[in-house]
């Protein structure tokens, strides 16, 4: 599903050059769940970003479901990005003023499907995740769990053959968390998404299949 090669990712100021990225190499199979872990500044979010189209590496081959990244037009990416993959981040970024189902039929209806289809499946996936009781609640109506969960059904919504997901459980309680974390792997599982997350929770890592550790600019077994 991913292959990186000799990726690079270098970020320029009028002091002086920052490499965040060094000959990173990464392999990971369709199906598969993959946790990454580091300190924080060692560019766990940089990669996720390259991998998700949002930026370009400086340097190497970065190829996703068999579309070579490095080198597409920006509309390209955009395609890319509205086809192959679904995002969570710490945030929500829930649209304040639309309903859990409004937010996350919305992709889908931008995306050409009808918007009766782009509601029936959003309201299945609010279902998946526990909230077919919060449907027409605007985000400021929802806990921090439940906003969450809706946001991964959001992302979810276009039936993507990848998941990336950001520090998803960042934000929230012990038991909010874990609760997330579940889904995250319930959903994946359900509809055979490939998964890459970035986690500082040792037990999100421990849940998914295998887990690495980004240091020094590239990955290693944790």
Known sequence: ???????????ASAAEDLTILKDLELRVERGEALAI???????????????????????????VAGIE???????????YRGATVGFVFQAHYLLKDFDALENVA?????AGMPRRRAFEKARSLLSDV??????HHLP????????????????????????????????LDATNAASVRDLVFALSKKHGTTIVLVTHDPHFAD????????????????
């Open 1 to 11: 599903m991913i292959e990186c090669l000799g990726l690079g990712k270098t970020f």
């Open 37 to 63: 872990m580091g300190p924080s500044g060692s560019g766990k979010s940089t990669l996720l970003s390259i991998l998700g189209g949002l930026d370009r590496p400086s340097q190497g081959s970065v190829r």
């Open 69 to 79: 990244l490095a080198g597409l037009a920006e509309e390209a990416l955009t395609d």
């Open 106 to 110: 919305l992709p889908a209806y931008m």
């Open 130 to 135: 526990g909230l077919v009781d919060r449907l």
């Open 140 to 171: 400021s109506q929802l806990s921090g769990g439940e906003r969450q969960r809706a946001a991964l059904a959001r992302a979810m919504v276009n039936d993507p053959p990848l998941l990336l997901a950001d520090e998803p459980t960042g934000n």
């Open 207 to 222: 849940a998914a299949d295998r887990s690495l550790e980004l240091t020094g600019g590239g990955l290693r077994p944790r």
